[in-house]
DNA sequence: ACTCGCCGACTACAAGTGTAGCCGACGCAG
DNA sequence: CTGCGTCGGCTACACTTGTAGTCGGCGAGT
């Protein structure tokens, strides 16, 4: 239920890749273009744990961060998020778009197509 | 590329269905859920038109306001940014995931089949 | 010509977000 | 035992978003 940041989100994807993990050690793995100073990795750690979405267990003095929500429960909500606000909470119509703007390579209509069938009663 | 609130697009949707409009006009469609006062809407509508996705038209001294971008063309755009996001930019991931969800009825399958066939070369 | 109401402009303010500095405390190297 | 570096906590500040109030001016009715 809760919002996640843009910025935020980097962390949660270091997390969700390699956890648990110290601060630094997220500050370490978070992507060099956002050019983020250790307080900044730590301000988000700090308010992700506030919003409940990154537990901690204290090691000494340090904490070890880990994710608290899947990233499949969290693309999941995302997704049914811009469905609803853009598409009436129907999935067709964002396929349609989709396919209008070329975001479909042939391949991925393969893909789905298979997935699809598998999904048939 | 500019970003739209939750609440702004509210305003956004009155004003794809229904253009132009005086600030009164959309602020009587604005769904009264949101128990909006007319200061609201008129802020709103000044933002947006900072933002560059609402434009007006001078009527004697009041201002008839259109959106100047195609509910469409957003559409994509959050849909690649949700795509970019959460899939790797790609959507077969993204249809899988709402499958696992059950957000996907057995008439959105034939549809997106239907769909997908069509596009197939 | 005067007044009244309506209009957009401007102002306000709390919450959330992006970014970062400073500080007191704790533990490790001498 | 002492100093120094490291760690989380707290503070800060600008910008965005949601929500709304006030105000000066223009136009319509008398």
Redesign the interface.
């Given at each position: 239920m809760e919002r996640i940041g843009?910025a935020e989100?980097a962390v949660m994807e270091v997390l969700w890749g390699e956890a648990p993990l110290t601060a630094a050690e997220v500050a370490e793995r978070v992507p060099a273009e956002r050019g983020w100073s250790a307080s900044t990795v730590k301000t988000m750690l700090s308010r992700l744990s506030a919003k409940g979405v990154v537990a901690y267990r204290e090691e000494g003095r340090r904490y070890l961060y880990s994710p608290a929500i899947d990233r499949?429960d969290?693309?999941?909500q995302?997704?049914?998020r811009?469905?609803d606000?853009?598409?009436g909470g129907?999935?067709?119509p964002?396929?349609?778009?989709?396919?209008?703007?070329d975001?479909?390579s042939?391949r991925?209509?393969e893909?789905?197509?298979a997935?699809?069938k598998a999904?048939?009663?």
């Amino acid at each position: 239920m809760e919002r996640i940041g843009d910025a935020e989100l980097a962390v949660m994807e270091v997390l969700w890749g390699e956890a648990p993990l110290t601060a630094a050690e997220v500050a370490e793995r978070v992507p060099a273009e956002r050019g983020w100073s250790a307080s900044t990795v730590k301000t988000m750690l700090s308010r992700l744990s506030a919003k409940g979405v990154v537990a901690y267990r204290e090691e000494g003095r340090r904490y070890l961060y880990s994710p608290a929500i899947d990233r499949e429960d969290y693309a999941a909500q995302e997704s049914g998020r811009l469905l609803d606000r853009m598409f009436g909470g129907r999935l067709t119509p964002l396929v349609a778009q989709l396919a209008r703007r070329d975001r479909l390579s042939p391949r991925d209509i393969e893909e789905i197509e298979a997935l699809l069938k598998a999904l048939k009663p």
